[in-house]
């Protein structure tokens, strides 16, 4: 069956049902990886008050694979008729039979009617507890984790339920999930995250400080040394005019305090884009989201000036829809943008991941003091993402319970790209826990695709096969047995591969804080896929088709086959070994190739 390796999700941290202390009880979650550099330095105190938050178990997830192939695989019926975000709501909203059954248990348990309390969407029951309560409840045992550095954080290692309420709860927060890098100097308060939009080395694109004169040409002999929109015209063909560019939709999402600089873009724009002068993106401002121009420093500007300048140039004039997420102070994680773009996914007073996620309303002075943004604008038909987590730091509950909202999104119609990462088979900054390869999440998610990056070989041109980029990897398919085995990745190839396809991401040329800077990195792929997607849309939509949405059943599919370039020279090292090699077909460097727009054009608009 055609993509068979979507049936089981890639999530690392897998738990059995485990027999707890309390009668009747079952441990239902244990965490991922235990902190290497964190010590457990004393018992939570009892009285601490928690923010419990039960997210409840939706009902018919077991048909989301199946709903969503009837609407993306190019052999169904129904192919492209995509389902509205009431229709998904309600097709997937927990059962009255999962809300009073968790409510009751909760009752039993000594809480009060009116300290319960049940989200809009019906998603999440939410109740303040003390840290003795919760403990009692859960049959847990909260930490206090204490790092060289003075930073502190709070957690539990595993928690049970009791076993007729489990398959009612996904999962329960604050719990087992832990940050086990150190936060850096830009962060939320106290006991917080590093923001996926703050400044770090190891994050967004790579550059080895490289900077180019304004007055450099650019020729098109010269993309192995430069890549500009026109070596990337020329690399996939890109030679299309949108028709209905306003009838189109892509969204970049953007984590404060990342933010691109106007004057950036106009530089960018003045070089290869000359009718864009002036030109920004459509702000949309989610969960007190601003494009700050305080900090002006590559850490707070690259990610957002590369995606926005590539983006805007190559989809031109499609507006872009700048999904900016996260206030100064709180921040912001995934599940804060999926909150804005489908208001069945948002939850009552903060129902996200404190620890991975921005909590709303944030009261502190110049916070934004308000509810979460929620439902605030239709999904974009296109998203790219050029963030990821390591995924040794997540639940697979947690991992899962995003993924199945990335599926619902394919389903509503819009196609999700997530960039892949930059460290080979490593987690970020080559973090390999206990030796094993440590995959990027929400890569990892079967509903998303996955973007690897490539290169032009030195002294070769725009004509000739490119070779891989640093890329990531999960786990393969049976398709490449590579000389590793479980004690390093999941071999069993029953697991979800990536990266799904890849574009160049080497020597981007970028408008950086006033000068022109190269950068590296499927950051810079993402945003180019997401482009080439876009315009795809766009002659859809021009011949009165909808958009194209998940596109994953079609490029593995082998009438498409032809539509990308092979990749098969180079690898993704890390962990202290070479990785995984490119290789005939799809392989899980660079995926299925690079796109070629032109014949991915003509094939995708003969789709119904």
């Known amino acids: ?42 018992r939570l105190d009892p009285d601490k008050v928690l923010p419990l938050r039960i997210g409840l178990a939706q009902q018919n997830l077991h048909e989301l694979e199946d709903l969503l192939m009837s609407v993306a695989h190019p052999d169904s019926p129904t192919f492209g008729q995509h389902w509205s975000p009431e229709r998904v709501a309600e097709h ?143 690399l996939y063909e890109i030679d299309y005019k949108p028709q209905v560019p306003h ?73 872009i829809k700048l999904l900016q997420t996260g206030d100064l102070f709180e921040g912001a994680g995934f599940d804060n943008w999926l909150d804005a773009v489908d208001k069945s996914y948002c939850t009552f007073d903060g129902g996200d991941d404190p620890v991975q996620d921005g909590i709303y309303p944030d009261p502190v002075p110049g916070g934004f003091n308000h509810p979460e943004s929620c439902g605030i604008i239709k999904p974009p038909h296109v998203v790219s993402v050029s963030y990821g987590e390591d995924e040794d730091g997540l639940s697979e509950h947690y991992a899962k319970r995003q993924c199945h909202e990335y599926g619902k999104l394919g389903l509503m119609g819009s196609t999700i790209l997530y960039s892949s990462g930059d460290f080979g088979v490593a987690g970020t900054n080559g973090f390999c826990p206990d030796g094993k390869f440590n995959p990027t999440f929400p890569a990892t998610c079967p509903y998303v695709t996955a973007v690897g990056a490539t290169q032009i070989t030195p002294g070769k041109t725009v004509h000739d096969p490119e070779s891989t980029r640093n890329g990531r990897l999960k786990s393969t398919s049976k398709i490449i047995p590579p000389p590793y085995t479980a004690a390093q990745y999941s071999n069993s190839g029953k697991v979800r591969a990536f990266p799904d396809l890849s574009a160049n991401g080497a020597n981007y040329v970028v408008a950086i804080d006033g000068n022109l800077v190269l950068v590296y990195g499927t950051s810079a792929s993402s945003p180019v896929v997401g482009s080439i997607i876009t315009l795809i849309n766009d002659a859809r939509i021009a011949h009165d088709k909808g958009p194209i949405g998940f596109i994953n059943p079609l490029i593995y599919d082998k009438r498409f086959s032809d539509a990308f370039n092979d990749i098969t020279s180079g690898s993704n090292p890390g962990c202290n070994t070479p990785g995984f090699p490119a290789a005939k077909g799809w392989d899980p460097v660079t995926g299925v190739g690079t796109p070629n727009l032109k014949k991915l054009l003509d094939k995708f608009v003969k789709l119904p």
């Open 247 to 319: 009838k189109n939709s892509y969204g970049i999402v953007e984590f404060t305090p990342q933010a691109y600089l106007g004057s950036d873009l106009d530089m960018f724009f003045g070089l290869f884009g000359h009718d864009q002068d002036h030109k920004r993106p459509e702000l949309v401002s989610i969960d007190g989201g601003v494009v700050q121009t305080t900090n002006q420093l590559l850490g707070f500007n690259s990610e957002s000036d590369l995606d926005l300048e590539y983006a805007m140039v190559l989809s031109n004039p499609t507006p």
């Open 92 to 234: 997937f909203a927990p059962s009255e039979d999962t809300i009073s059954t968790v409510k009751l248990w909760l009752i039993n348990e000594g809480f009060r009617g009116d300290r319960i309390r049940v989200s809009p969407s019906k998603g999440w029951i939410d109740v303040n507890a003390t840290a003795s309560e919760v403990e009692s409840l859960l049959d847990a045992e909260y930490h206090v984790y204490t790092h060289p550095s003075g930073h502190e954080q709070i957690g539990c290692e595993s928690y049970a339920l009791p076993d007729h309420i489990r398959e009612h709860v996904d999962l329960i927060k604050p719990t087992v999930h832990f940050l086990h890098r150190v936060p850096s100097p830009i962060q939320k308060r106290s006991n917080s995250t590093t923001k996926l939009g703050g400044p770090s080395q190891f994050k967004g694109p790579k550059t080895n400080g490289t900077v180019v004169a304004s007055s450099t040409p650019f020729p098109i002999s010269t993309c192995d040394q430069f890549i500009t929109p026109d070596c990337l015209r020329e």
């Open 1 to 42: 069956m055609l993509l068979s390796f979507l049936q089981i999700l890639a999530i690392s941290s897998l738990v059995a049902a485990a027999p707890s202390r309390r009668a009747n009880y079952v441990v239902h979650e244990r965490r991922a990886a235990e902190p290497v550099t964190w010590m457990k330095s004393r």
